[in-house]
Nanobody
Framework: QVPLVESGGGLVQPGESLRLSCAVS????????MAWYRQAPGKQRDMVAY???????NYADSVKGRFTISRDSAKNTVYLQMNSLKPEDTAVYYC????????WGQGTQVTVSS
């Protein structure tokens, strides 16, 4: 059973929006922190957004005001709403769970280009 499955990526133009989803399975979803990371070609993987079990959120400076992380415990899913996308947001986006900190799924590709 794959614990984290990302989806929702795609090719969009600058200024457009996407919503990424991460389906969580086999884990008690509501009791721990989760995050979204991204990795652009040739660069390290960096955290984009974080949410803890109490709903506290934190964002990378580069996405503050444009991205929103949320979680739906009923659906065992964490989301990343991305608005006003820029070409520099192009990357593979990964979901992260603090109970399996070394696990990385296949990610979902986001490409922002005109």
């Amino acid at each position: 059973q794959v614990p984290l499955v990302e989806s929702g990526g795609g090719l969009v133009q600058p200024g457009e929006s996407l919503r990424l989803s991460c389906a969580v399975s086999g884990i008690i979803f509501s009791t721990h922190a989760m995050a979204w990371y991204r990795q652009a070609p040739g660069k390290q993987r960096d955290m984009v957004a974080y949410i803890n079990s109490g709903g506290l959120k934190n964002y990378a400076d580069s996405v503050k005001g444009r991205f929103t992380i949320s979680r739906d415990s009923a659906k065992n899913t964490v989301y990343l709403q991305m608005n006003s996308l820029k070409p520099e947001d192009t990357a593979v986006y990964y979901c992260w769970d603090e109970t399996i900190p070394n696990y990385w799924g296949q990610g979902t590709q986001v490409t922002v280009s005109s």
